[in-house]
């Protein structure tokens, strides 16, 4: 496994030292994802912040009519995850599904809040990635 493209990621914001790269590198998992397989499906609960490393990804919601309705689309070097689902624990009302062969790191909930106690900078470096994401969102309603 390498997690080199998700290092690379975070030291845009803020160094990495080496002994962080290991707590990195034991709660990071990586997966390879087929074309149309999905990482969530709706009714179940979010349980991975997903880093895409090769590949693209949607998410989206189905309306009562059955239309799709695409929230998010993600490529390499970006996040994906239904952020509501994952914190709060409760069935997400979205999918996420490979629009290609892909390549992914994930990081569950509880690696990720070790993460954050034993990386105090990694609780930053999402703050600031969250915050992107929202303005991203606001400027594709806009």
């Known amino acids: 496994m390498t997690i080199q493209p ?8 803020l160094p990495v030292s080496e002994s962080d790269k290991v707590f990195l ?11 149309r397989q999905f ?3 709706e009714g ?13 990804f949607k998410m989206f919601g189905v309306d009562s009519k059955g239309t799709e309705h695409n929230i998010q689309f993600a490529i390499e070097n970006d996040w994906i995850t239904d952020i509501g689902s994952f914190h709060s ?3 997400s009302k979205l999918f996420i599904e490979a629009i290609e062969p892909s390549v992914i790191l ?11 106690t034993n ?9 600031v990635i969250i915050e992107n994401k929202y303005v991203e969102l606001q400027n594709r309603v806009l």
């Open 25 to 35: 590198e034991c709660r990071v998992i990586q997966r390879s994802v087929k074309r």
């Open 89 to 91: 624990g409760k069935p």
């Open 39 to 41: 990482l969530l499906q």
């Open 106 to 116: 994930q990081i569950e909930q509880q690696d990720l809040y070790f993460l954050y």
């Open 119 to 127: 990386i105090p900078k990694l609780n930053r470096i999402f703050k």
């Open 6 to 13: 998700l290092i690379d990621h975070f030291e845009t914001y």
């Open 44 to 56: 179940f609960p979010c349980k991975h912040y997903t880093f895409i490393i090769s590949g693209c």
